[in-house]
């Protein structure tokens, strides 16, 4: 008996097998949140418990700050490699969401992601993006090719067809791979749920009746009124819920086609 | 555990029959389109002046939005009646065919919309086609915008039976034809006014009706069908090697005995491996396995895991049919990247028919895959009978294999009872007569780059050292033996296969040969390689830049050509495909025939080709040192 998570999971499995055979340095990007958990379980399902790839952090400065010490833990717990990376210049300028946020979103977390691709050497980033989040990530293919400079070709993307993934790259492009473009945020909390997963606990509905449902940079990230306090709760929550996941996130709202644009140049 | 089925559907069909509309409706009607974004896409439609429209909770890119079209395929996730959707969009402009195709090869039925105000466009049929090829062979087809044809019965029969026709031609399943007003959100769920003649299921009950959810129970479907494990990789993160890949037909369990193609080793499984670990005692048609083996066999990434009594097919060619997706037309020339299951091996493409015509963006067409090494595949739309073809960074074009090709000869052969009768005087009792090998020595080069100097050159030569030698002179062929042919590239073929055949029975009586002829396709000098055998080919570029060619004009054809008196000429208005890999590659415009003739004997020395013992007095051994 396959019952839906199980065929989501093993497509996944597939998808990240295939990127590791095939792409140069592989590594994960890791935003502690639940989606990159989840994706950091199915790598560890893919190569039966090893994580043979590094985790790459964007570390805006901004993160809320119980993620960094629930990051560092985790990452010691499970003896994992970690790359941070940061955009220091621009920090060191005074880039901060007051300079507009999605001018703060290019520097700090684009313009960092790209600088720490280049000073690793990395061929080939893992992200927990799904087409459920918005109308962009809608769009995408499983693999997405980006030059140097990060952008995204959407108005003409490659035939991806069956599980045939063009995972060849030329040295100057690395490569997008999303292995849960299929999930929902409900399967994802169903498959946290089956797994029993260890996931942040800023998730979760604190003494204030206030949890966060996507996590972000504390400027610019909203918590909602909720009082799920475990992740069945979590679970009822999304299934009943008719507001947005990601309307908590002040960049995706900054104008009609915020996340486009910035997606179209390199964003997550 | 949460238990979901799940019914995976693309929508098709023409350029703005109303794909979009469709899915954007069901997807406000059912899906869980949160308040923020309804609010959101009413603000664009207010900006933009028109009425609030449901394709842009799918279109959400700028340009698709401005111009009220599809660019990209996606896919939701809806639920209705308790049964969840996978509904894909996929555009329906030609040039986003590679979009539709991407969309819709994830999916298991189709629903094919038409405008019944407009009827059947070119895309619809297009589109029903590829569905075909994909493997996705029933459709549920929606005749749209019914209120905008006045509800009319009579015109819904009219399209209705058209298309009913169109279906079963390409021998597909048509489950139902059901009229709709997708704007209007009209007959999806349930019956509305204007279609009270109507007494079928509205879309969403016959689509429940007649479409199957795939999840629930595939082991008891697996069983019957043979095992097909793609290899993915062998891991060994410790001393064990594990052989990690996917099912995509069949199950398999501890115990069994698996065969590898096409390395055909075997061993035993021991156990299916998992994290956590657990006891795995089968693993099913979908799933993405680990596998520990009794022996730790060496097979590398491509092979295909079978039981050994129903292993798949192992050839390097085979016959398909494929459908073209992008922009550049298929070059008959070039050399394509094949993948089936996790196997990739470099490939030409020939058509079926050996026409070779132009194939471009949403052509399809019959082919011959002739693989660089042989491949394993199925073909009875189970298992890995479904390939793409790519170039390095991109998949041009995809399709499902169809019948093996028997061992054809070359070129068509139209008489059937011919049995090929041997005993003969063999090619060695001959070469050891003359005291010599035979060989075939292949010319290519633009007319003009001095094919024929060279080769009267290099006969006297070879002449003076001892050897039997014959030239085979393209133009003085073309004025006995092929004078039947012209310049098409039909007849281009024909006339290297029949250079190719008679520098076979020359190169069986130990003779020399030299063959002078244009022979510009690339794929004619292969056929000719493998004709004559790839040992004793040896293809000698002639390389000469056209503007020097053009210059000598040794028979003043150039000059005709260019005066439009000739057509199909080569290298002007006709494609010279130069080799890629010659034995020889000679600068007619830098070399002097001595050195060009130098450095061939050189060539034969280094091959062991030697002059006869007899021959060799003072002129012979002149002749033949470079």
Redesign the interface.
Same mark, same amino acid.
């Not at chain 1, 993307?157 to 045939?164: F, G, M, P, S, T």
């Not at chain 1, 819920?241 to 947005?244: A, F, G, Q």
């Not at chain 2, 390095?392 to 041009?396: D, I, M, P």
């Given at each position: 008996?396959?019952?839906?998570?199980t065929?989501l999971e093993?497509?996944s $499995?597939?998808i990240i097998?295939?990127a590791?055979?095939k792409v140069r340095n592989l590594a994960l990007l890791w935003s502690m949140g639940k989606d990159s958990t989840v994706l950091l379980h199915l790598v560890?399902?893919?190569?039966? #418990?090893?994580v043979?790839i590094p985790l790459v952090h964007i570390d805006t400065s901004y993160k809320i700050p119980e993620m960094i010490t629930w990051r560092d833990q985790y990452v010691k717990d499970h003896g994992l490699r970690l790359i941070v990376g940061q955009n220091k210049a621009a920090l060191a300028d005074g880039m901060g969401p007051d300079k507009g946020r999605l001018v703060c979103c290019g520097a700090l977390k684009t313009q960092a992601l790209l600088d720490t691709i280049k000073e690793n050497n990395i061929g080939g980033l893992l992200l927990g993006i799904r087409?459920?989040e918005? #109308?962009?990530r809608?769009?995408e293919?499983v693999v997405s090719?980006r030059p140097e400079n990060g952008t995204w070709t959407?108005?003409d993307? $490659?035939?991806?067809?069956?599980?045939?993934y063009?995972l060849?790259?030329?040295e100057e492009v690395h490569m997008r791979v999303h292995p849960l473009l299929?999930w929902?945020e409900l399967d994802v909390w169903?498959y946290i749920e089956?797994e029993k997963l260890d996931i942040m606990p800023l998730y979760f509905s604190n003494a204030d009746g206030q949890r966060y449902r996507s996590l972000g940079c504390w400027p610019c990230t909203g918590t909602i009124d909720s009082c799920a306090s475990t992740i069945e709760s979590i679970v009822d929550e999304i299934r009943t819920?008719?507001?947005?996941e990601r309307?908590g996130r002040a960049q995706d709202n900054a104008d009609?086609?915020a996340m486009?644009k910035l997606r179209s140049q390199g964003y997550m | 555990?949460?238990?979901?089925?799940?019914r995976k559907i693309v929508i098709v069909g023409h350029v703005d029959h109303g794909k979009s509309t469709l899915l954007g409706r069901l997807l406000m009607d059912f899906g869980?389109v949160?308040?923020?974004?309804i609010e959101?896409v009413r603000?664009?439609c207010e900006s933009r002046g028109v009425q609030l429209e449901p394709a842009f909770f799918?279109d959400?890119?700028?340009?698709e939005q401005e111009q009220g079209i599809s660019?990209?395929?996606?896919?939701?996730?809806f639920e209705f009646d308790g049964h969840?959707f996978?509904l894909i969009d996929a555009p329906g402009h030609l040039e986003f065919l590679?979009?539709m195709?991407?969309g819709a090869? #994830?999916a298991e039925t189709g629903i094919l919309v038409i405008d019944g105000h407009e009827g059947i466009g070119s895309q619809t049929l297009r589109h029903l086609k590829i569905l075909g090829i994909?493997g996705v062979g029933k459709v549920v087809v929606v005749v749209n915008k019914m209120d905008k044809s006045g509800y009319k019965q009579a015109r819904f029969e009219e399209v209705a039976a058209e298309i009913r026709a169109h279906v079963e031609r390409e021998g597909q399943t048509c489950l139902a034809v059901v009229p709709i007003s997708a704007l209007k959100g009209e007959n999806l769920t349930s019956a509305c006014e204007g279609l009270s003649w109507y007494a079928g299921l509205p879309l969403l009950p016959q689509l429940v009706a007649s479409t199957t959810a795939v999840?629930?129970?595939?082991?008891e479907a697996a069983a019957a069908e043979p095992l097909r494990m793609v290899l993915?990789?062998v891991?060994r993160?410790t001393d064990e090697r594990?052989y990690?890949g996917?099912i995509v037909s069949g199950s398999i369990a501890p115990g069994a005995r698996v065969f590898f193609s096409p390395s055909g080793k075997v061993s035993t499984v021991e156990a299916l491996?998992?994290?956590?670990?657990r006891d795995m005692p089968l693993a099913?048609k #979908?799933?993405?396995v680990?596998l520990r083996l009794k022996d730790q066999i060496f097979v590398e990434?491509g092979e295909v895991v079978s039981l050994p009594d129903q292993t798949p097919e192992v050839n390097n060619e085979l016959q398909a049919k494929l459908i073209w997706?992008n922009s550049e037309p298929l070059d008959w020339a070039n050399e394509y990247l094949l993948?089936v299951g996790t196997q990739e091996v470099s490939c030409r493409l020939e058509p079926s028919n050996m026409v070779f015509q132009q194939v471009g963006n949403g052509d399809f067409v019959d082919v011959v895959i002739k693989a660089q090494k042989p491949i394993c595949f199925d073909r009875n739309g189970f298992g890995v009978d479904?390939f793409?073809i790519?170039t390095?960074?991109?998949?041009?074009a995809?399709g499902s294999i169809m019948a093996l090709t028997t061992a054809a000869p070359q070129g068509s052969q139209k008489s059937k009872n011919i049995v090929v009768e041997s005993g003969f005087v063999k090619r060695e009792e001959h070469e050891n007569r003359h005291g010599h090998k035979g060989t075939v020595l292949w010319m290519t080069g633009l007319s003009g780059a001095g094919k024929s100097t060279l080769a009267k050159a290099l006969e006297r030569r070879l002449f003076a050292a001892g050897f039997r030698v014959q030239v085979l002179d393209g133009d003085n062929l073309r004025s006995g033996i092929c004078a039947d042919l012209g310049f098409e590239p039909e007849d281009r073929a024909e006339n290297i296969r029949r250079v190719a055949h008679l520098s076979k029975l020359l190169l069986n009586t130990g003779t020399v040969v030299i063959s002078a002829c244009i022979s510009p396709y690339e794929k004619d000098r292969r056929i000719a390689k493998e004709i004559i055998g790839a040992e004793d080919f040896h293809e000698l570029f002639i390389f000469c830049p056209i503007e020097v060619c053009q210059s000598r004009d040794p028979k003043g054809l150039y000059k005709k050509a260019s005066g439009g008196q000739i057509s199909d000429f080569s290298g002007l208005n006709a494609p010279y495909q130069p080799p890629a890999n010659p034995k020889l590659r000679l600068d007619s415009s830098t070399m002097s025939i001595e050195s060009e003739v130098d450095s061939i004997i050189a060539m034969l020395q280094a091959e062991g080709i030697k002059p006869p013992v007899s021959a060799v007095g003072a002129r012979g051994e002149l002749a033949w040192k470079p």
């Open positions: 008996m396959t019952d839906y998570l065929r093993h497509e $499995v597939f097998r295939e590791y055979k560890r399902k893919a190569f039966l #418990g090893h043979p087409r459920d918005e #109308g962009s809608a769009k293919r090719p959407y108005k993307q $490659v035939a991806e067809i069956w599980n045939h063009n060849h790259l030329p299929s929902t169903e089956r819920t008719k507001t947005s309307a009609t086609y486009q | 555990m949460t238990q979901h089925e799940q869980k949160p308040q923020q974004t959101k603000k664009v799918l959400a890119f700028q340009e660019i990209d395929t996606t896919r939701v996730n969840r996978l590679k979009n195709t991407s090869s #994830g994909l999840s629930v129970d595939t082991a993915q990789d891991y993160f594990f990690a996917r491996e998992t994290f956590p670990p099913v #979908g799933d993405s680990a990434r997706l993948k479904k793409v790519c390095t960074y991109e998949t041009v995809c």
